[in-house]
């Protein structure tokens, strides 16, 4: 088996600046997206000081007999602070936060950790489904039967965050492991490719298109044929027996 992988983001059709930042490890150890927010480029901010932190806290401590949950819960919790510091330097970005998630393989067993509403998905054959939950209202909402499916793809505070790293209340960090199987393809994206693309939309550039960079480019193309109306960022894992990256 080979593990293959891809990345790419795009502005989208509406936003001026692109507020999303992602990670892909050369060597496939780990994939990082963020998807910031807050006024005056703190989400730009906030999303590459995630990512950057991450990425300098995992390739640290790779080595460590640090367990994967572990290293991933620390790695989250530094970039955290970091952002927190900044805010603390830079009272305009005050407001600044981004979602994360962390996909991390040890020993070719991939872990997950997140915060926010960029998601986790698992492609197995022509089933899609959604690995990391979403810290939304909207999200809580659904499971407590507040608000049902069909109205939540619609409803004003679909987007507002109850997690996102650049808070001093974020609440505890959960790491998880995941199973997957020859021919699995894993997505990490930002909402801008939620909110444009159904799930069998996706499912559909995921199974039609095996090329990871053709396929990462192919979606963000849909989602802004769609509209694109926010940033758009993807990065696809496969697990594959035979391949072209």
Known sequence: MKR??????????????????????????????????????????????????IRACLEALWDDETTPQQLMQDAISKANQAIINDQADHPVRSDMGTTIVILLFRDEQPWYCHIGDSRLYRLRGPKLEQISDDHTWIARAIQTGVVNPEDAKSHPWRHMLLQCLGREDVKSI?????????GDRFLICSDGLTEELTDDRIAHHLKSIRNCQQAAQALIESAKLRGGRDNITVVIVSNELNANS
């Open 174 to 182: 959960s790491a998880r492991e995941i199973e997957w199987q020859p």
């Open 4 to 53: 293959l992988f891809a990345g790419a983001t795009d502005t989208g059709c509406v936003r001026s600046a692109n507020q999303d930042s992602y990670y892909i490890d050369p060597e496939g150890r780990f994939f990082v997206v963020a998807d910031g927010m807050g006024g005056h480029a703190g989400g730009e901010v906030a999303s590459q000081i995630a990512v950057d932190s």
